[in-house]
């Protein structure tokens, strides 16, 4: 029986170990954390509308669930030449390989000054912590903000959605706390046109909703460094700040940057639209950790990570069959997102050259809840999942 590793406890890599289960092969998960972190969902933990553990999965759950060996341990290093893999512990061979395992962040100056809601998913605790002292002390500054990789020349790997989901959402916590008034919340980004990958209709209804949660805005400087108590700009202007919330823009994985895998300039992984990395033919990449190819709006997220997860496993499950049907992952880029605001949402989608989006008072934030709620459950096998979500 072939014997398949997958790199990368997230979306895409637990995505994949339970789909190549179903067709029978030996699969060993290795992830450096124990459990599955819901990122999309972790916009709540800061404004104590979810606990850490309500958006976490334990992969050992997930493991018994669905039958694959699963290793937590940190990856040191992979070498393709002999089909092997070395962990802190161990080291592990395989006849094909999947590498799931996320990306890095570009180390801006200063970074250890902020926080992040999609880096170390602990940081969430700490911006939760941070913000109650805040609505304690009755007032403050707040600036929450997104970057970029500018050797990243598509773009993909920059994070928009949860900032601008954790500004609504915090405006909205201060208001139901009566303290809204005294406090200024800002957003900043080095880019001109932030969030203008989700299409021009989204894009066009931002400054209307940073209008209605009174939201500040400074883009189109680049960022200079970070203090610990303000974002310093290549101008030399600054904006003052009690908290900083930084998404960081990514770049490839620090494992991969020091192996002989094909990197573009980025440093993630070359792949082809069969998510075969480039040369190598029985090693493939999905998710953040591989260099996405698509228009120029498109962009990593969940949903994508996972079709690739799904091309990767077809893909492999033919080769060792000797079935010439290859599926590719491009076809099925979009961009698809509830925005959430704590008091309602903004469905948005774009697709070719199509784009749109759909306010959704009120029910809106309990349909991601509910999103929530049907993710986690279906992962563990207690009902179906609907393809595509």
């Known amino acids: 029986m072939k014997k398949i590793v997958i790199l990368g406890g997230g979306f895409a890599g637990v995505e994949a170990a339970i789909k190549l289960k179903k067709f029978g092969y030996d699969v060993t998960l290795v992830s450096n954390r124990s459990y599955l972190f819901v990122y999309p969902i972790s916009i709540w933990i800061p404004v104590n509308k979810k ?89 403050g500054k707040i600036a929450i903000g997104f970057g970029g990789n500018p050797k990243d020349s598509t773009a993909t790997a920059v994070r928009g959605g949860p900032a601008f989901e954790l500004l609504f959402n915090i405006s909205n916590y201060l208001k139901k706390k009566g303290v809204r008034n005294n406090f200024e919340i800002t957003f900043f980004a080095p880019m001109n046109e932030p969030g203008k990958k989700m299409g021009k209709n989204a894009f066009g209804k931002l400054d209307s909703m940073f209008k209605r949660y009174n939201i500040k805005s400074k883009i189109g400087i680049k960022i200079k460094e970070f203090s610990k108590d303000a974002v310093i700009f290549e101008d030399d202007t600054s904006l003052s700040s009690d908290l900083i919330v930084f998404i960081s823009g990514g770049k490839g994985h620090s494992v991969v940057a020091n192996s002989n895998l094909p990197l573009n300039e980025a440093g993630f992984i070359r792949i082809n639209n069969h998510c075969k990395v480039d040369n190598i033919d029985n090693i493939y990449a999905i998710g953040d950790v591989s260099a996405l190819e698509g228009p120029p709006w498109a962009a990593k997220q969940g949903h994508i990570a996972e079709v690739m997860a799904d091309v990767a496993v077809t893909n492999i499950h033919n080769s060792i069959i000797n079935v010439s049907k290859r599926i590719g992952y491009q076809k099925h880029l979009n961009i698809i997102c509830v925005m959430d605001t704590g008091d309602g949402a903004a469905f948005v989608y774009r697709k070719g050259n199509f784009d749109m989006i759909v306010p959704m008072p009120i029910i809106g934030h309990w349909l991601k809840k509910g999103w929530g709620m049907y993710y986690i459950n279906s992962k563990l096998g207690r009902f179906p999942r609907i393809p595509g979500m």
Do not use: W
């Not at 390989?97 to 962040?105: C, E, F, P, R, T």
């Not at 999609?118 to 109650?132: M, Q, V």
């Open 51 to 139: 606990k850490f553990e309500d958006v976490t999965i334990p992969l050992s759950k997930l493991s018994r669930v669905h039958g694959f060996n699963l290793i937590i341990d940190d990856v040191v290093s992979i070498s393709s030449n002999n089909n092997s893999v070395k962990l802190v512990s161990q080291v592990i061979n395989y006849d094909y390989l999947i590498i799931a395992m996320g990306m890095s962040k570009v180390q801006n100056k200063g970074i250890e000054n902020t926080l992040s809601i999609c880096g170390n998913p602990t940081e969430s605790i700490a911006i939760k912590d941070r913000l109650e002292e805040l609505v304690q002390k009755g007032s």
